[in-house]
């Protein structure tokens, strides 16, 4: 048997791309709220005078008020997670659910009984609760007064709604994460970090200074985990990056390693407790203070995470040349251009199952933690036939593939691997395009992309491929 007796099988969502809900029960509104959908959504779509202006009732469509209602049908859901036989399932908490501003003296009841009932629904049905604290949304509030992640001030904010979650859920989640995708902060502020840069010169300094609060943050989250909940484990989480230089030429496998440093730093801080030094050196010449004190460096060298978590969908090439640079693959949000031997989702994501053992092995190899992929699925138009059913033989082939790519890295490699997460179990909303259409589910949600339809749920080919995949323990793919 390759993979271990107790070996996490599940699925991943997170609170903004499924609850919907998004004013009930007290729940304030989150960055996520004010986001339309549309490609591009992350980095253009996004008005920040609207934003800042506190508008009530904006006009349009925002797929995430309703997204797929699971915040009402999350009993159906876990229902149908179980019967695939999951043992675990990744979601995350709405800090706006918790603190309605962010910074409320007081927690809100209401939010976190949701969770309580959630978390009961799970463990019920024998699903392991593996909880996000920040997937991309913190309350709206935060932007306005402090301008997100770049404040300092965030940071015991943050810590607060931690303990407070640690403390209610402490016999009921047994495995957390801080910050998902910390990297992502890096390209896409607003998301990453509730975060609104004005002027593009400063970007990357108020990025790589939100990442450092961030971290700070994260580090006091994990001690305060430890201390709090002994038995349980807390991970960080960062995209993974499998990159190839585009030719052996060196310069290319330069910039390969550069993507890699780049990519990888802030995980370095959360797994080994320090800045790597060329990210010292960066700093400086670049000229970026990130405010870095000696209480800093304590806690991040005191603190670091128990295992580190990664999302896997795709890898890219890197290269020196500026002509082939300029082939960028439309799906990289950040570095990459088109890899000839790869073929790429209707995303352009280019699909790379070996990628995942090259990215296994590499992150096993650096951090020397335990592994946890909680992403990896494949976005895709899924077509009802005319009973109503969906042959997602593309989403079973890519998935089969990667699993077997994760199977080698732990039996042939060595690699010790704590679970596997497929995302968007259910599908969900796009975060970069804010589509149904683009659906990871092994089940099907009845919902388009301008928010018609019924909301009904139903069984793709996928979900009994997966049962069985789980059935067996990965034996039978
Ligand atoms: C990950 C995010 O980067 O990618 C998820 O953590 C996201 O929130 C997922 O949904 C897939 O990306 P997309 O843009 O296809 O939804």
């Not at 709206?140 to 810590?159: A, C, E, Q």
């Not at 890519?398 to 997460?421: N, Q, S």
Request: glycine share 8%; charged share 25%; hydrophobic share 40%.
């Amino acid at each position: 048997m390759a993979f271990p007796k107790n070996f996490l099988w599940g699925g991943a969502i997170a609170a903004h791309q499924t609850e919907g809900a998004y004013l009930e029960d007290g729940k304030g509104r989150s960055t996520c709220d004010v986001l339309h959908g549309g490609k591009g959504r992350l980095t253009e779509i996004f008005d920040p005078q609207a934003i800042r202006s506190n508008i009530k009732a904006p006009r349009g469509y925002f797929p995430e008020h309703i997204a797929i209602d699971f915040y009402h049908r999350f009993r159906e859901d876990l229902a149908l997670f179980a019967e695939m036989g999951f043992k675990t399932l990744r979601t995350s908490i709405s800090w706006a659910r918790i603190f309605p501003n962010g910074d409320d003296a007081q927690p809100n009841e209401k939010g976190l009984a949701f969770y309580d009932a959630l978390f009961d629904e799970c463990l019920k049905h024998g699903i392991e609760p593996l909880v996000t604290l920040s997937h991309w949304e913190m309350p709206i509030h935060l932007t306005r007064k402090y301008n997100g992640w770049v404040s300092r001030d965030i940071i015991p904010l943050f810590v607060n709604y931690a303990k407070t979650v640690f403390a209610r859920y402490k016999n009921k989640v047994m495995y957390w994460l801080t910050f998902n995708e910390i990297n992502m902060t890096l390209h896409i502020p607003f998301l990453g970090s509730g975060m609104i840069v004005d002027d593009p010169a400063q970007k990357e300094s108020m990025c790589y200074t939100a990442c450092h609060n961030q971290l700070v943050a994260s580090a006091l989250t994990v001690r305060a985990c430890h201390k709090m909940l002994p038995n349980a484990k807390i991970g960080s989480m960062v995209t993974s990056m499998t990159a190839y230089p585009y030719t052996c030429k060196p310069e290319d496998n330069w910039e390969k390693l550069e993507l890699e440093f780049a990519n990888y730093c802030l995980t370095d801080v959360q797994a080994r407790g320090a800045y790597p030094s060329w990210m010292k050196h960066f700093f400086v010449s670049r000229k970026i203070n990130v405010g870095i004190n000696a209480r800093d460096e304590k806690i991040l060298r005191e603190n670091t995470v128990d295992f580190v978590s990664f999302g896997y969908y795709a890898s890219s090439a890197v290269s020196s040349d500026p002509v082939i640079r300029s082939q960028k693959t439309t799906g990289n949000v950040f570095g990459g251009v088109q890899n000839p031997y790869l073929k790429s989702s209707e995303w352009g994501w280019q699909i790379d199952p070996i990628g995942l053992r090259v990215a296994l092995n590499f992150l096993w190899d650096r951090y020397q933690k335990p592994l946890f992929i909680v992403e990896n699925g494949l976005g895709a138009r899924d077509m009802p036939d005319i009973n109503g059913e969906i042959h997602d033989d593309y989403r079973i082939e890519y998935l089969r593939e990667h699993i077997r790519m994760a199977k080698a890295a732990v039996e042939e490699d060595g690699v010790e691997l704590l679970g596997f997460t497929s995302w968007g179990c259910i599908d969900l909303i796009s975060a970069s395009t804010g589509e149904m259409s683009k659906r990871y589910g092994f089940i099907y949600v009845d919902r388009n992309d301008e928010g018609g339809g019924t909301l009904r749920r139903w069984r793709k080919k996928s979900f009994y491929w997966y049962r069985d995949v789980i059935a067996s323990n990965g034996e039978q793919l």
